[in-house]
């Protein structure tokens, strides 16, 4: 991208038009956090730029010890950093996303507490497509706390599927990933 995703402006405003004044992170943080009784954004060595934001947002800040382990190890503080809070489900995002409606997230949650005993998280889809932010009980914390730090999300979930409850979302941030300009600024058109 060629910048920190979590700063880019959110929503995407066409050129020549001022900036937005929040951010992916600060949206994301706004989005979850009805839904929530706290925030943790894990930070790698960017850890210095996002605090003010996360701080100012209400969220808490969590540094990934050794972020070069990959994306999955900030997951894993992430969800370590739950439990030592005492809570045994989490509501996890990606930072490079647009942020899912605060109401997407709210019925996440519920079909979550109304699901089976033997449904260990709940996905958002879209279109056939698998989404985020997704939530995750007990069960699924401690199956992704035991895969070595350079596993993935997405293997876990297979090896779940199962276990998982794919709710379809009216939301299409969900299924949006922006990695490029290109992706972003095709967002700031279509917004």
Same mark, same amino acid.
């Given at each position: 991208m060629g910048t920190d995703k979590a700063l880019l402006p959110w929503p995407p405003r066409a050129e020549g038009l001022p900036p937005s004044k929040e951010t992916f992170l600060s949206a994301a943080i706004r989005s979850l956090t009805p839904a929530s009784d706290f925030v943790i954004v894990v930070a790698g060595k960017n850890e210095p730029t996002l @605090?003010? +934001?996360v701080y100012a947002a209400g969220a808490s800040?969590?540094?990934?010890?050794? =972020? @070069?382990? %990959?994306? $999955?190890?900030?997951?894993?503080v992430g969800l370590q950093e739950v439990l030592n809070r005492g809570r045994d489900a989490a509501i996890i995002t990606l930072v490079d996303r647009p942020p899912a409606r605060a109401g997407t997230v709210l019925t996440l949650r519920t079909a979550f507490e109304s699901a089976a005993q033997d449904i260990? @998280?709940?996905?958002?889809?879209? %279109? %056939?497509? *698998? /989404?985020? =932010? $997704?939530? +995750? /009980?007990r069960n699924m914390i401690e199956a992704f706390l035991r895969e070595p730090a350079s596993g993935n999300a997405r293997d +876990?979930? *297979?090896? *779940?599927?199962?276990r998982i409850y794919y709710l379809a979302v009216d939301d299409p941030h969900v299924a949006l990933n922006i990695n490029t300009p290109e992706e972003y600024s095709a967002l700031a058109k279509s917004s």
């Open positions: @605090a003010s +934001i800040l969590v540094p990934n010890p050794d =972020p @070069a382990r %990959g994306q $999955f190890s900030s997951l894993q260990w @998280a709940v996905v958002p889809e879209l %279109g %056939g497509k *698998h /989404g985020h =932010p $997704f939530v +995750i /009980g +876990i979930e *297979h090896r *779940h599927q199962d």
